[in-house]
């Protein structure tokens, strides 16, 4: 079973308010729960051979939205951090941001780009470990739009309910306030 994780350290973190915060660690637990909860209705129904269901079908399918909204909340708030951490030149993530869009400034204009896009999702520098290369990519829905096979490294959430409460519908206040509060450190240790 998993467990969700504690991010209350985040309370008090600039450009986000604890409401905001705390609405939203609410929405990640719902994602844990329900994850164990299909878990355990798929393990069921397995038992009782009933796996050529519609039911089975369907909490099959399912159960991809809410691992990947739960995994991707986990990125999301483990990316933060309060005054945030500059990304160190010379490491080697800063390195592949460079070669792959020609500056970090460059880099962060398509990010922001894309993280800007209308409608709900994810904004997610990926890596592709069998190229060698990094991309922003766009997520939908928590699982459709993953790149198979990449490794998320800096994870945006784009939802409502990650601006809302503290930017109406301003999406660009938040993402400033995100961008601020990335923990690059954090990052730059998710290439490894």
Known sequence: ????????????????SDKALETHFTLYEGYVTNTNK????????LKEDKTATPQFAELKRRFGWEFDGMRLHELYFSTLKNGGAVLDANSTLAQKIARDFGSFEMWEKDFRATASMRGIGWAIL???QDADRLVNVWVNEHNSGHLAGTVPLLVCDVFEHAFMIDYGPKRAG??????????????????R
């Open 1 to 16: 079973m998993y467990t969700a994780q504690n991010y209350k350290h985040l309370l008090g973190l600039d450009g986000f």
């Open 126 to 128: 990926s890596y592709d």
């Open 38 to 45: 299909l878990l355990e209705e798929l393990n069921n129904l």
């Open 174 to 191: 938040y993402i400033d306030a995100f961008m601020k509060a990335v923990d690059w450190q954090n990052v730059a240790n998710r290439l």
